[in-house]
């Protein structure tokens, strides 16, 4: 069963018709879904699944318990670091999902940080992640790093500055190398 990461801008809070079919296919094929708790696209893809009575999911969280799961599914917390703030917070829960995954899908509202974040993460691994840009209306597969850095390149400065301050130091290492 090959693990799925899905996850998207917390300002997504209408899929993409192709999202929405890319996750009934996931479904049909029942593949493993990780997944966050966040509000935006993190809850409205939950909203899909759980609406499929699908059952391979986990939810992975940082708080106490999660902000959402839809589908009372198996929830994973990972921890923040300690003295986290603001993203920081989710970021390992972030990581996670990640490390874990064979492949991603983010639904990305072309400004969100932590989703560019989570593509690069994909990336930096070799596991391809499906990326449903909506401020352009476009969709595109990132393979490699240099696919990201194309992606990247689009955004503009003040994305990119923050996709930046929220890199951890091997993540800038591994983007250098």
């Not at 593949?31 to 059952?55: K, R, T």
């Not at 983010?106 to 593509?119: K, R």
Request: charged share 20%; glycine share 12%; aromatic share 8%.
């Amino acid at each position: 069963m090959a693990m799925i990461f899905l996850g998207g801008s917390r300002d997504i809070f209408e899929l993409p018709t192709s999202a929405i079919e890319r996750i009934g296919a996931i479904v049909a094929q029942e593949h493993g879904v990780l997944i966050g708790d966040a509000p935006g696209a993190d809850a409205e893809m939950q909203g899909l699944l759980a609406g499929y009575n699908y059952e391979h999911v986990g939810v992975f969280h940082s708080g106490a318990e999660p902000r959402n799961n839809l589908g009372d599914w198996a929830a994973y917390y990972i921890p923040p670091p300690a003295g986290a703030k603001g993203f920081a917070v989710y970021a390992e829960k972030d990581r996670e999902m990640a490390r874990r995954a064979n492949f991603g899908m983010m639904v990305w509202d072309g400004a969100s940080p932590g989703t560019c974040l989570n593509v690069l993460r994909l990336a930096l691994i070799g596991s391809p992640c499906v990326v449903y840009d909506t401020m352009r209306g476009t969709v595109g597969t990132v393979h490699t790093v240099a696919d990201w850095c194309a992606m990247l390149h689009h955004a503009d400065a003040d994305v990119r500055s923050g996709v930046e301050a929220r890199m951890t130091a091997d993540e800038r290492l591994a983007l250098s190398a």
